[in-house]
């Protein structure tokens, strides 16, 4: 571990542009299960159905109706949700991100923990659980503005259907998210792979993107992704352990290294 934490370090104190692609490794140590692998949500339930956006839109007030009795099979997930803080392995990103080490984040979670950590430069690829989202002109609003006694809440702007922000299966990434993700990716000279499986598209793209246009990949995850063999420094542990270390090491090194400037 120390040889790959002196590697990792030395390759992230020499780029200049670093980007973190996120998974939902990087949580469990904050009591949120995964969705695959050991004690994963969709290894204990099944991969679910990829036509989770198509049943939303055929009849979104039944959709409404199902999640809000909290007895749909995820209830107990998005419990989870709510009662989980941000460890150790977010605060590290977030400190990189005030060092100027790090530039953005690319995190496919949907649990809010990167901001509550302090991050700041974060792209939610696949939404964020805490905003509703209008499927007619796509704005976006904070949850807690919306008592849910009209079923399906409406939107502000254009009086149209509005659907939890989150990404469901089967529904396109929204463009916004999309354009940032692939501006970020296309950018970085460096981009680190964090607690994911590598396996979900489009976000599983964006490291080979990166590594085509040069960038050098360092992964943090306790096990063997399909990415693994691509990666120039490989942190096998939980990302709360590995993540404050290589942050420690890289505060003694600090100082920028002609870094681009934040856009
Ligand atoms: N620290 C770092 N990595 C960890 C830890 C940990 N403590 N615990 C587990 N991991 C790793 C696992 O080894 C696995 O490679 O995190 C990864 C989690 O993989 P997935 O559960 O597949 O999560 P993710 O890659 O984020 O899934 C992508 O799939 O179901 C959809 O929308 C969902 O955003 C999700 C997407």
């Known amino acids: 571990m120390e040889q790959a934490l002196e590697q990792a370090s030395r390759i992230i104190a020499a780029a200049k542009y670093t980007v973190a692609l996120v998974g939902a490794g990087i949580s469990v140590e ?10 994963g949500l969709w290894t204990k339930l099944g991969e679910p159905a990829m036509d989770g956006y198509q049943k939303f839109i055929a009849d979104p007030a039944a959709w409404w109706t199902e999640r809000l009795s909290g007895q749909d099979e995820l209830s107990e997930f998005l419990k989870t949700l709510d009662d989980a803080k941000p460890n150790a392995a977010h605060y590290a990103l977030a400190e990189m991100e005030q060092l100027g ?21 974060i792209t939610e690829i696949h939404g964020n659980r805490l905003k509703l989202r209008c499927v007619a002109c796509g704005a976006r609003f904070p949850l807690r503005e919306f008592a849910l006694e009209e ?5 502000h ?8 922000d989150t990404v469901l299966f089967g529904e396109p990434i929204p463009r916004d998210a999309l354009w940032s993700c692939d ?9 680190l792979l964090i607690g994911t499986s590598a396996t979900v598209y489009p976000a ?6 990166a590594a085509r246009g040069g960038a050098r990949l360092v992964e943090v995850n306790p096990l ?3 990415l693994s063999e691509l990666c120039q420094a490989v942190l096998r542990g939980p990302a709360a352990e590995v993540l404050p270390k290589l942050v420690e ?11 681009e400037e934040k856009p």
Do not use: W
């Open 151 to 155: 079923i399906p809440p409406r939107c």
């Open 249 to 259: 090491r890289l505060r003694e090194g600090a100082g920028p290294a002609g870094r």
């Open 183 to 191: 501006y970020h990716t296309r950018r970085c000279d460096c981009m």
């Open 101 to 121: 080490l790090l530039h953005h984040v690319i995190t496919q979670n949907i649990d809010n923990l990167h901001q509550e950590a302090g991050g700041r430069e």
């Open 30 to 39: 904050s009591g949120i299960p995964p969705f695959r692998g050991p004690g």
């Open 157 to 164: 702007e254009c009086h149209g259907v509005l659907k939890t």
């Open 224 to 226: 063997e992704t399909p």
């Open 204 to 209: 599983a793209e964006f490291p080979i993107i």
